[in-house]
């Protein structure tokens, strides 16, 4: 039987969030309804509350997200009512060209749940990422659900977006091993999740890069070995300093833009690897002389989701985070109720650059 629950909408490009009534389907066949404890405010749900991702309001928000199975459909094997389970935006298909290729995390067919969630009025909502975990209760595809033990809602939710990404990037994408040294460009979130994924990984040297001295203390808070303040410093003759006058074997941009990204070009040393992991803007455009791209060789990559397979990931780090080796609670800022008023204001502070993640509890 359907329910009814409360959930954050974004109604329409411009407009304010609002507390609204959401119908909550049973699920059908592959599907999963998941009582949700906690979820992250994550720039992306700002996004799509001004009409940046796509015009297909009302909104749904949310999506980094933990909370136990509450029931499934037919067919579905994967978790059962009681699990405990973060959330990814990833639904592995298991039959494209990248996974029938082993490559599964590079999915090119990933799924939500079939039916709507809406309005009472009956209007269909767009779930954010095909989540929309800020509700009490969400409808997902069951491959959208990863078992992990049970820790605390609020920073294992961390992991179905930010934190996995940065993390991700570092450890999946760029591949950062034992005695390399790593430059990440942009502290916020992501690029915090990405020194500490450095770290994990047995890099030598990790250097933070940004304009804020207060984002640069909390990364070193978060591992960082150096700091570089933009604002102060070429940031590519720093890192180069820092690095025997060669540049990074890795750099990580976690900002997303045309100038960050051509620091980070320049900024690794030669045969070395340019991670992108800050999301650019459909108007952003990058000139960089080829010559220069063919001379100094190595890996110009982007990273989709940390490229995590949440299967084999989520279960790992949140061990890793049991054992004291991931403080997972460093990202969590404050914690809010789940509340329109609430929200604008988590988004401001977001927006202002004063947390790393604001989550809501429920």
């Known amino acids: 039987m359907a329910q009814s629950v409360r959930g954050v909408v974004a109604p329409g490009r411009g407009e304010g969030v609002r507390l609204e009534w959401v119908v909550v389907p049973d699920p059908g066949p592959g599907e999963a309804v998941v009582k949700v404890e906690a979820c992250g405010v994550c720039h992306t749900d700002l996004h799509y509350r001004e009409g940046g991702i796509n015009d297909e309001f009302p909104f749904l928000l949310g999506h980094e997200a933990a909370g136990v199975v509450e029931s499934v459909g037919e067919g579905v094997t994967e978790v059962v009512p009681g699990d405990f389970v973060i959330l990814n935006w990833r639904a592995v298909c ?28 009956g209007t269909a909502l767009s779930p954010a990422l095909g989540i929309g975990a800020f509700a009490e209760k969400t409808l997902v595809a069951a491959g959208q659900c990863t078992k992990v033990d049970r820790v605390p809602a609020a920073a294992a939710g961390l992991l179905g977006c930010g934190v996995m990404a940065g993390i991700g990037a570092a450890v999946n994408t760029g591949n950062v091993g034992r005695g390399d040294s790593v430059a990440v460009i942009g502290c916020g979130g992501v690029g915090d999740a990405a020194i500490a994924g450095a770290r994990l990984a047995g890099a030598s040297r990790v250097i933070a890069v940004d304009i804020d001295a207060g984002k640069l203390a909390t990364a070193q808070a978060m591992g960082a070995t150096h700091t570089v303040n933009g604002r102060e410093r070429d940031v590519v003759e720093a890192v180069r300093e820092l690095t025997g006058g060669h540049g990074a074997d890795v750099v990580i941009e976690a900002v997303g833009r045309p100038e960050t990204y051509e620091q980070a070009f320049y900024a690794r040393d030669l045969a070395g690897t340019v991670v992108l992991v800050g999301v650019p803007t459909p108007e952003m455009r990058l000139e960089l002389p080829l010559l220069e791209v063919f001379g100094r060789g190595g890996s110009l990559k982007s990273s989709w989701y940390g490229d995590c397979l949440p299967s084999r990931d989520f279960p790992m780090l949140v061990d890793l985070y049991r054992q004291g080796r991931l403080d997972l609670d460093a990202f969590v800022s404050e914690t809010i109720p789940l509340g329109a008023q609430e929200l604008e204001k988590a988004f401001e502070r977001m927006a202002a650059g004063e947390v790393l993640r604001s989550v809501v509890v429920l």
């Open 94 to 121: 298991g039959k494209c060209r990248a996974c029938r290729r082993g490559r599964p995390w590079y999915c090119f067919d990933t799924h939500n749940a079939a039916q709507p969630m809406t309005l009472e009025d």
